[in-house]
């Protein structure tokens, strides 16, 4: 019997391979911190403001969010805390929870302006800083 999609009660048709992808440990290569700010997310035609929980120079974090499939490619836009600037940048869904009815996903920021970058990594600084005290 073809397993069901809890969620829309249609058969499961995704690759058995999907699932291993989901979720394979903590593959970050940089300092994460945690935050509270809205996202402006965009696939297309489709505008989501999603709800960050933490970020790092190579993504964003959203909690609590019906996630996109892994290899979603979304448009950002989000405003840093002190005044730091207005990032607008590309993201891909690189990570979701392996239960299926799970929330939240992982996104890895693609093509970010060096400026933008520099942005975020003095944010993520100051805020590393300050909660080390």
Not at 68 to 93: A, M, Q, S, Y
């Amino acid at each position: 019997m073809a397993k069901r999609d809890r969620r829309q009660g249609k058969p499961d048709s995704r690759p058995e391979t999907r699932k291993v992808e989901r979720r394979q440990g903590d593959r970050r290569r940089s300092t994460r911190v945690p935050v509270s700010l809205w996202v402006e997310e965009s696939t297309g035609e489709e505008l989501y403001f999603q709800q960050a929980g933490n970020i790092s120079e190579g993504g964003v974090f959203f909690e609590r969010t019906i996630p996109h499939p892994p290899g979603t490619r979304v448009n950002l836009k989000f405003e840093l805390p002190d005044d730091l600037g207005i990032i607008e940048t590309e993201g891909e869904v690189v990570n979701v929870p392996a239960d299926p009815d799970g929330l939240g996903a992982g996104v890895k920021f693609i093509n970010l302006d060096p400026v933008e970058e520099r942005i975020i990594r003095q944010f993520i600084a100051r805020k590393a800083g300050k909660e080390k005290k």
